[in-house]
C-alpha cells in the first residue's frame, strides 16, 4: 500500500470512527450527569445516541470529566459504551481544530476505556469495532487489525445496529482485507439493503472508491429490482 493511500485510508477512518455516533450536536438533558448524577443515568444516554442522536462537543466534555463519568465501574458496560461514544466525536474535533495534544490524549483515552470495557465484556461486537477503528484510524492494516473486525462480525454477526455502524469502517478497506473478510463485508453489505437499511450502506457506497464500488454494485445487483430502485434513490437523495 502506497502512503498516500495509507492516509486517504486513514483519513476515512478517523472520520468513519465519529460517523458510527451519529448527526449534530443536540440540546439534550444531561445536566444532572454534569454535575454527577446517578451512573444509571448513562442507559439514557446511551439509548440516546445509539439511535444516532449526538450531544453537543462542549456538553460530552463535561459529561467526560464529570463526578459520574470518573466514578463509573469499569465493568458497567452500559455506562462505558456511553461515555466511548460521547468520546469519539472529540479526536475528529481536536484534528480539525489543529489541537495534537487534544487529540492525541483522546484517542489513549478510547484505547484505554476500550481496552478496560474488552476486559470485562469480551463479547462486546461494539468494543471490538471501536478498536479496529482505532488501528485504521492510526493506519495500520495488518493481521491484528483485521482480527479486530473479525472479532467484531464473530461476536455479532447478525445485529442491525452493529451492522449499519460496521459497514462504514468495513468498507473502505475491503480491497486491503483477508478474502473471507472481504465475503462478509460484502455480504452485510447486501443483507442491509436486502432487509430495508439503505441510509449508512449509501454513506458507504458514496465513501467508496471505484474499484470498491465495482464489489459493492456487484451485490447491490443480486437483489430484487425495487430494492435496487431503493438504494438509488437513497444514494440520489429522493428517499422522504
Not at 113 to 122: G, T, V
Not at 134 to 148: A, P
Request: neutral net charge.
Amino acid at each position: 500500500m502506497t502512503p498516500k493511500h495509507s492516509s486517504s485510508i486513514r483519513l476515512v477512518a478517523l472520520r468513519s470512527v465519529a460517523a458510527i455516533v451519529g448527526g449534530l450536536g443536540l440540546a439534550w438533558g444531561v445536566s444532572d450527569l454534569v454535575r454527577g448524577g446517578a451512573t444509571d443515568d448513562f442507559r439514557d444516554v446511551e439509548a440516546h445516541l445509539l439511535r444516532f442522536n449526538r450531544l453537543s462537543d462542549a456538553t460530552e466534555t463535561r459529561v467526560l470529566a464529570s463526578a459520574a463519568a470518573q466514578e463509573t465501574r469499569a465493568c458497567d458496560s452500559h455506562a462505558q459504551r456511553a461515555l466511548l461514544l460521547m468520546e469519539i466525536p472529540l479526536p475528529e474535533a481536536a484534528l480539525r481544530a489543529g489541537v495534537m495534544s487534544d487529540f492525541d490524549q483522546r484517542i489513549h483515552s478510547l484505547e484505554t476505556r476500550a481496552k478496560q470495557a474488552l476486559s470485562c465484556a469480551p463479547r462486546d461486537a461494539f468494543v471490538w469495532l471501536v478498536m479496529f477503528g482505532l488501528e485504521v484510524g492510526h493506519g495500520i492494516l495488518d493481521q491484528h487489525t483485521f482480527d479486530l473486525l473479525a472479532m467484531s462480525y464473530e461476536t455479532s454477526p447478525y445485529e442491525a445496529w452493529i451492522a449499519v455502524r460496521r459497514i462504514l469502517l468495513a468498507t473502505p478497506i475491503l480491497r486491503s482485507a483477508p478474502e473471507p473478510l472481504q465475503d462478509r463485508i460484502l455480504t452485510e453489505f447486501q443483507n442491509l439493503i436486502r432487509d430495508g437499511y439503505f441510509d449508512m450502506p449509501a454513506r458507504a457506497y458514496r465513501n467508496a472508491s471505484g474499484a470498491v464500488r465495482e464489489l459493492l454494485q456487484a451485490r447491490i445487483g443480486q437483489l430484487d429490482p425495487q430494492r435496487q430502485k431503493s438504494f438509488a434513490d437513497e444514494l440520489q437523495g429522493r428517499r422522504p
